[in-house]
């Protein structure tokens, strides 16, 4: 991947500002709690950065990873530490140490993963589609890296979209990336009017 | 952080080290495969993080791609004083997390098994021998690798295992 100028991760920043916010309020409404965002990170980092970048490598988290089909290649992950995953699925009413959890992260992942990618086809006029959720408990840097890996082969970077939802007065959040293919990014700049 | 005398090696990274007190160190292996190539007697050791079998056009990190990997860390292990013939290579990692296709036509197979064949055959033109393995399956792994010979593995949620006995120094 090029480098992209500080305009370019301006609008992304701002297309992830925008998605995060209307997942924000569909796990919000989903919960009847109040969820708080935080402001998007969007970075273009080497590879080797990049696990750093969304987490501590070694932590336990359950990641659910949805890939997309249509006009761009990307993949959504959504990153739950194993004990706010927990936390979520007690909000829900779904008992933890079953088998329950797990499908309630990746049905909990796919409804957020469908509103922030509606808001970003609707900003760009890109016709996106989910497939379905992945979703797997096992260290951070597995997870990301293994992520990463499908679609490294011609890029030595890795843009990464991180926000993170935060249900208010529980010790509950959970990070919501956008990994693009270099491919991907292009397409979503040239929609934007913001392309090299 | 990582604490004093721990080498991280992240993705597409390779390192070496023959300094007792040192240990090289891959966090959480998904898809890609820790690559140690260690000579006990002499107290050498290196790591790779590969991330991908083939190197398609020229760049990227050395470790990145299991077919450049191998002859750099060769290179790199000989340079501090050993010789191909006295190496000796543990595999972690490979295992696969998710379905995701991407990558093109050949992601059809799975990366983590296409990595560890790569690696392997890689090993093969070097005449250099696999003695221990801890690959496959869908968990995430850490490998940790001593100068002085010893290599651990430790599987998400699992113990740490002496996948090669030696000095943990």
Known sequence: MTALSGLQLDALRELANIGSGTAGT??????????????????VLPLAEA????????????????????????????VFPVDDGGTLCGMLGVEAGTDDPISALGEI???????????????????????????????????????????????????????????????????????????????????????? | MTPAGEIAVRMGELAVSSAPGEVLLSIGLGSCIGLALID????????????????????????????RAVPELVARTTALGTSRTALRAVLVGGAQMFTLGGGGAASALDIGVRNESAVRAALASERI?????????????????????????????????????????
């Open chain 1, 26 to 43: 569909a796990l919000s409404r989903l919960l009847g709690r109040s969820v708080d965002i935080s402001v998007p990170n969007a970075v």
């Open chain 1, 51 to 78: 696990v750093e970048a969304v987490g501590p490598a070694e932590q336990d988290v359950t990641g659910v990873a949805i890939p997309l089909a249509g006009d761009m290649d990307a993949v959504v992950l959504l």
């Open chain 1, 109 to 196: 992942g796919n409804i957020l993963a469908a509103s922030y990618i509606g808001s970003l086809g609707a900003m760009t006029g890109l016709d996106l589609d989910l497939t379905p959720p992945q979703t797997v408990t096992d260290m951070l840097a597995a997870i990301v890296a293994s992520v990463l890996a499908t679609r490294a082969t011609g890029t030595d970077t890795a843009l990464i979209l991180d926000s993170e939802l935060r249900v208010e007065g529980e010790e509950c959040s959970l990070s919501f990336l956008l990994l693009p293919e270099p491919g991907g990014v292009r397409e979503i700049l040239a929609r934007m009017g913001v392309e090299a």
């Open chain 2, 40 to 67: 006990q007697r002499r107290g050498i050791a290196g790591l790779a993080h590969v991330m991908l079998p083939e190197a398609t056009a020229g760049g990227g990190p050395a470790g990145k791609f299991a077919d």
């Open chain 2, 129 to 169: 021998p696999v003695v221990a393995s801890a690959t496959g399956g869908a968990r995430g792994r850490t490998i940790r690798v001593f100068p002085g010979g010893a290599v651990l593995s430790k599987e998400a949620g699992g113990a740490e295992i002496e996948l090669m006995p030696g000095v943990r120094a």
